[in-house]
């Protein structure tokens, strides 16, 4: 069965500073990635998403997550993180067909003006 | 907000009861997802609806039933509620099988007292 980890469960950063969010999947097959995120009282949306081609995808406000297949790893970065990026952010993974979606536990990040 | 509706928004049930829980997709999308997000968890994939059939299923016991309807909108019924069913259950719809990103509803906070 496919599982995903999300190794810091809170983050706390000021603001400027640079995010790198782990995630690491286990599945043996070929997979589409994902990033969602969840700010206070809001609808979990999506951030971004691989599906093939170019390992390093962009998401909107200036996120990215790089697909690293050799360490079944998928993880978020962004190189200054504002205040706004409060929120809780969700690795999610589902073999191809997308019948099954798979989430991690979740990271919540706090940003401190 | 996504155009992904869900009623009611907070719930109340006892042990043993059942339970009904309602999603309107956004327009135009015909295919319907359910999770659960127990606290402090990332959602759990139930099950998938595809034009009115089931079309995908998590590790959920066969309690866990749901429908979707013409107009694509879509039930999440639980018999036999247990303390653990308590959650938010989240519904999220997308355009079709094929497509990838998925809008999630606002939830239903389930409570089994």
């Known amino acids: 069965a496919q599982s995903v980890s999300q190794h810091n469960h809170h983050v706390i950063l000021s603001e400027a500073a640079s995010l790198e969010l782990g995630c690491n999947y286990s599945?043996?097959?070929?997979?589409?990635l994902f990033w969602y995120v969840q700010y206070p009282g809001q609808h979990l949306q999506l951030l971004l998403k691989?599906?093939?081609?170019?390992?390093l995808v962009k998401g909107i406000k200036g996120f990215e997550a790089e697909f690293i297949k050799s360490k079944f790893s998928f993880n978020l970065r962004k190189p200054s993180v504002q205040w706004s990026d409060t929120a809780e952010y969700f690795c999610a993974v589902t073999p191809g067909g997308y019948q099954k979606v798979t989430f991690g536990t979740g990271t919540k990040l706090q940003v401190i003006p | 907000e996504t155009g992904v509706t869900q009623s009611p928004t907070h719930l109340i049930k006892t042990r043993g009861q059942q339970v009904t829980l309602r999603c309107s997709s956004q327009s135009g999308h015909n295919t319907v997802s359910w999770y659960q997000q127990a606290l402090g968890q990332g959602p759990q994939f139930i099950f998938q609806y595809y034009r009115e059939e089931e079309n995908g299923r998590g590790n959920f016991p066969p309690r866990f039933s749901g429908l979707q309807f013409p107009n694509y909108s879509s039930e999440l019924n639980v018999n036999a509620l247990e303390l653990d069913d308590s959650a938010l259950y989240l519904c999220a719809s997308r355009p079709g099988l094929a497509e990838d990103t998925q809008y999630f509803g606002p939830g239903t906070r389930l409570t089994v007292l």
């Open positions: 691989y599906f093939s081609g170019d390992p």
């Open positions: 599945y043996g097959g070929t997979v589409n």
